[in-house]
């Protein structure tokens, strides 16, 4: 559906629905392969079906096709469906769960004709796009995408459906499932601008600046509108020259499969899949492409100028996207069944030990999951900065307890010296303003003003990636590939939680510098080539100096 198509229809019926409703059945109760003949009946999520004869484009009948419940199509549709071979399937649903008002279906149509019964008035035509916008037993047929033959696609029958029959040569149907994320629950004319955030059906977003390909970056306001531009009804979100990232993480949790509709109408487009961000003129220039992990499929629209639906196909922990003249609608996922809120389990480190009311300036140490962190002045761009670290309730890092704050100062985590070196390590951080402070091993800590602007550098023998987040006011999840011995993260407003390892290596002994289980003259040796420099640091501090000397000889012998 077009830009134009689209407003015609909105001005023709004059009202519009709260959320497009789901239009069952989606098959997923259905037993993969199962098949069907003429004459045959099943049920699939509270709807009554009947399989029936079908009618050719002749006007022949023809009595011997199957159906078949088969696997998803990527880019189609969001699970199982029914395969129709010269067969129709008939859906009672004022028999079974009750009329089903605006539905949305999903469908495939890749040769021969198709036959629709819609609350007793029968078509036999070609292609869905045939129908677009005739009025059959009631309701008027929009194709919201494909329909042209050879392809997959989406349909509403805006009315109400008491029964609904409809069959093909090549043909698949599938129900659709309600909008996980619809924006209804967000008020008509609302506008959240660059940089701010809000709430909507239980996830947070933060609406970002537009990054341009030769510009400086916009920062304009994401506005919800009602007019139809992403060809669905009900309320959507206008991001125009700004961006809107959904934090999941800190939300449902980590979801898949997402998906969801679009109009694009001028300009380029953001496009981000756990902090991986992609900067196109349409969407169809992410069709194929792996984004963050994630491999994005364009099954409709995404040409400019368009209506269109993204499936994301992976783990997704924040989706960022946005344009010029760009509207969004009708997210749609699975989460994560535990829930979200950035649940800490089985992490190493979860700073739920810490005292409510803890305190650390500059010089202090304290203990948390049985690491010794030490607190240090925050090294800025305009030169150190003397704060101090807080524990802290806000869940800002998206923690499901305590995290600790820094303010203005850096923590170094020592590993080794407590529990032993990490073996890739994760850590679920926040910075919400200001610049970032980052070092592995002991060497000096690189400044940042984004975690974003770290990804993919390496500190301490030790690659950082950023897998989600990595910008101000973001959940940002960093893992850190190699041996971790000891981590130092810190900012200006900055909070730090759960940290996760894949290994931990047993700790040595204090002083062991050669591994050979004792510590003597020959660490000695070693300890005074490391002099000044972080390689012999024994108690986390960063340096090589008398006090590791003190460390060693209190630890001399086998």
């Keep these: 559906m077009n830009h134009i198509h689209a407003m015609t229809v909105l001005a023709a019926t004059g009202t519009l629905a709260s959320a497009a409703l789901a239009a069952p059945p989606t098959w997923e109760d259905a037993p993969l392969g199962a098949t069907f ?43 199982q469906r029914i395969g129709l071979n010269n067969i129709n399937a008939t859906f009672d649903y004022a028999g079974s769960i009750g ?22 008035d029968a078509r036999n035509f070609d292609n869905f796009l ?63 601008p660059a940089v701010s955030t809000f709430a909507t059906d239980g996830v947070p977003v933060t609406v970002r600046e537009l990054f341009n390909p030769s510009t400086p970056p916009t920062f304009g306001d994401a506005i919800v509108g009602n007019g139809g531009m ?37 300009g380029h487009i953001n496009f981000a899949i756990n902090g991986d961000l992609r900067i196109v003129p349409n969407f169809r220039d992410l069709d194929g492409v792996t984004v963050g992990g994630a491999t994005i499929s364009v099954p409709s629209g995404g040409l400019g100028s368009d209506c269109g639906e993204v499936y994301v196909s992976g783990n997704v922990h924040e989706l960022e996207v946005g344009g010029q003249e760009l509207w969004i609608d009708c997210l749609r996922f699975e989460a994560d069944p535990d829930g979200g809120g950035g649940e800490c ?10 005292p409510l009311a803890g305190n650390w300036a500059v010089g202090d140490s304290l203990t948390t999951g049985g690491v010794h962190v030490s607190i240090f002045d925050f090294i800025s761009s305009s030169g150190p900065v003397f704060g101090n670290a807080l524990t802290s309730n806000s869940q800002l890092a998206c923690g499901d307890d305590l995290e600790l704050a ?34 592995v091993n002991g060497v000096p800590v690189s400044l940042a003003a984004d975690y974003a ?17 990595g910008y101000d006011g973001d959940c940002t999840v960093l893992r850190i590939v190699g041996t971790v011995k000891s981590l130092t993260l810190g900012g200006q407003q900055h909070f730090i939680d759960c940290i996760w390892a894949d290994d931990i290596i047993p700790p040595a002994i204090p002083g062991d510098l050669n591994g050979d289980g004792c510590v003597d003259s020959a660490d000695v040796g070693i300890l005074l080539g490391y002099w000044g420099t972080p390689l012999g640091d024994l108690n986390g501090d960063g340096t090589t100096d008398a006090a590791d000397f003190g460390t060693l000889l209190g630890n001399w012998g086998c």
Aim: charged residues 15%.
């Design 37 to 79: 003949a003429t004459g045959n009946t099943t049920s699939s999520d509270g709807v009554n079906i009947v399989f029936d004869c079908f009618e050719w484009s002749t006007g022949t009948i023809f009595c011997g096709g199957s159906a078949r419940v088969e696997p998803q199509i990527a880019g189609c549709n969001a699970g």
């Design 453 to 469: 602007d770290l990804h993919g550098t390496t500190s301490g023998g030790a690659t950082i990636l950023v897998e989600s987040g």
């Design 99 to 120: 009329p089903v008002t605006d539905p949305i279906f999903n469908f495939g149509e890749y040769g021969g004709n198709i036959n629709l019964i819609l609350n007793g």
């Design 406 to 439: 820094t303010y203005n100062v850096h923590a170094t985590y020592d590993f080794a010296g407590s529990i032993g070196a990490l073996v890739n390590v994760t850590v679920q951080v926040s910075d919400q303003g200001g610049e970032i402070n980052l070092g």
């Design 230 to 266: 992403a060809c669905g009804i009900g309320h959507e979100l206008w991001t125009n020259n700004c961006r809107a990232g959904f934090g999941f993480l800190s939300g449902p949790g980590p979801v898949q499969n997402l998906s969801f509709e679009f109009g694009e109408y001028g």
């Design 130 to 192: 045939d129908l677009d916008g005739t009025t059959v037993g009631g309701c008027v047929v929009r194709v919201l995408a494909g329909g042209t033959g050879g392809d997959c696609g989406k349909v509403q029958f805006e009315g109400v459906v008491d029964q609904l029959t409809v069959g093909g040569q090549e043909f698949w149907w599938d129900g659709t499932s309600d909008c996980d994320i619809s924006f209804e629950d967000l008020p008509l004319g609302a506008v959240f």
């Design 345 to 354: 389990e089985d992490a190493l480190v979860d700073h739920a030990d810490l």
